[in-house]
Every structure is written in structure tokens, then in C-alpha cells.
């Protein structure tokens, strides 16, 4: 089945540490996105790619980091400069010039 | 400045009943996209529902159907029939030009919890 993979699922970092989140499409989907939610609150867009070996910040892009070497794979590494990371991550996927948006199950970051 | 507003963080309903949820935006495009998602407890975003900009008929899917007032800038959701596991949180969310890509800026949601 087609589908977006997250992982992992929870997540527990130490502050200070960097750590990546992973997702991971077979949908064929041109663009992929990272969203922040935080409790009671909306999704707000980090990064988004629309090809391969390109991507752009999104409205809260400061202490977070992304690549997209395969147009299957965007995965978002949280950076020590990420004041505040402790949040649902929740990556999507879409077919350019579509209106379809396919989400994955999300992971719970959480700095202790 | 809020492109999109909720302004029910909460709502009740009585199972069988409808509820409308309540959605306003913003926006100078033309061209644009309503989206409707549904977030349960476990996380996943479920896709509801969409309304284009130029579509002149209310979309409907099932039992969701979307009330598009244009001018007034509203898109609300009412689901009929509610059913209990329809308690979820509800987005609301518009797709507009962005450069050369297209995003989805999201609302605050609204708790939907459907009473036996």
C-alpha cells in the first residue's frame, strides 16, 4: 500500500543533541512537507521541497535542517538551536500542481 | 497576520445530530483551496473534504458537506448524523499560491466531542 512512513513514532532527546526525524513516501508525490504542531494548536509549515536536491523555509524554518537526496526521503533534523523542539512533527506529501495532501502518523519529539 | 480562524476551540454535539464548525479566511488570491481535515487522538491528519475558490457548488462528502460563502470569506463544515467517533479535533485549512508552490496554512482546530 501506498503510503507516508514516519519514524520513530516517540522520540526523547537530551538537550543540546541534534536528532533527525525520518519520512519516507511511495506515493511518487513530487513535494514534501514538515509541519510543527503544538498542544491545542494548528499545523505551521517548517520546510517544503518540491524536486530533488532542493527545498525552502517554511514560516518557522530557525534551528531546524532538512535534505532531499531522493525524492522518496525528506527527513528533518531538530538542531540544538531549536529553542523550544518538544512538539508533534508531522511530514506530508503532495503531487505538484494537485490538491491531495497525504500525511504521515507523526512523531512525538520530546527533550528531557 | 491569521489567515484562516477558528473561533470554537470546543464544540459538543448530541450523537444523530448535526453540528456546523465554524471556519473564516484570508486571502487577496483569486485562486485558492478549502480543506477540511480530521485529527483524532492517535495523530493522523484524515482528509475530509475540499472547496476551490471557483467551484460554484458546495462540496459534500458523505455525511461532511462544506457551506462556501464566498464574499463573506467563510467555508464551514457540517457534519450530519454525527456519530461518536466523530470526536476529533477539526482543521480547517486554505491553499494558496506561495512563490512558485502551493501550501497549506492551518487554523487553530476545534475539539469536536460527540455526547452519547
Known amino acids: 500500500d501506498g503510503g507516508i512512513t514516519q519514524s520513530p513514532k516517540y522520540l526523547f532527546r537530551k538537550e543540546g543533541q541534534n536528532v533527525t526525524l525520518s519520512c519516507e513516501q511511495n506515493?511518487?508525490?513530487?513535494?514534501m512537507y514538515w509541519y510543527r504542531q503544538d498542544p491545542g494548536q494548528g499545523l505551521r509549515l517548517i520546510y517544503y521541497?518540491?524536486?530533488?536536491?532542493?527545498?525552502q523555509k517554511g514560516d518557522i524554518a530557525e534551528g531546524y535542517s532538512v535534505s532531499r537526496e531522493k525524492k522518496e526521503s525528506f527527513p528533518l533534523t531538530v538542531t540544538s538551536a531549536q529553542k523550544n523542539p518538544t512538539a508533534f512533527y508531522l511530514c506530508?506529501?503532495?503531487?505538484?500542481?494537485?490538491?491531495?495532501?497525504?500525511f504521515g502518523s507523526g512523531t512525538r519529539l520530546t527533550v528531557v | 497576520a491569521q489567515k484562516i480562524t477558528q473561533t470554537q476551540p470546543g464544540m459538543f454535539v448530541q450523537e444523530k445530530e448535526a453540528v456546523t464548525l465554524d471556519c473564516t479566511y484570508d486571502?487577496?488570491?483569486?485562486?485558492?483551496?478549502l480543506f477540511w481535515y480530521k485529527q483524532p487522538s492517535s495523530g493522523e491528519m484524515i482528509f475530509l473534504i475540499y472547496q476551490g475558490s471557483y467551484d460554484e457548488q458546495n462540496a459534500t462528502e458523505g455525511r461532511y458537506s462544506l457551506n462556501f460563502q464566498k464574499a463573506r470569506k467563510s467555508a464551514n463544515l457540517v457534519i450530519s448524523a454525527s456519530q461518536l467517533g466523530d470526536s476529533a479535533m477539526y482543521f480547517c485549512?486554505?491553499?494558496?499560491?506561495?512563490?512558485?508552490?502551493?501550501?497549506?496554512?492551518f487554523g487553530s482546530g476545534t475539539q469536536l466531542t460527540v455526547l452519547p
Open positions: 506530508a506529501s503532495s503531487i505538484l500542481g494537485q490538491n491531495g495532501y497525504t
Open positions: 486571502t487577496s488570491d483569486q485562486s485558492y483551496g
Open positions: 485549512a486554505m491553499r494558496e499560491p506561495r512563490g512558485s508552490a502551493r501550501q497549506l496554512t
Open positions: 506515493l511518487n508525490h513530487d513535494a
Open positions: 521541497s518540491q524536486i530533488v536536491n532542493d527545498f
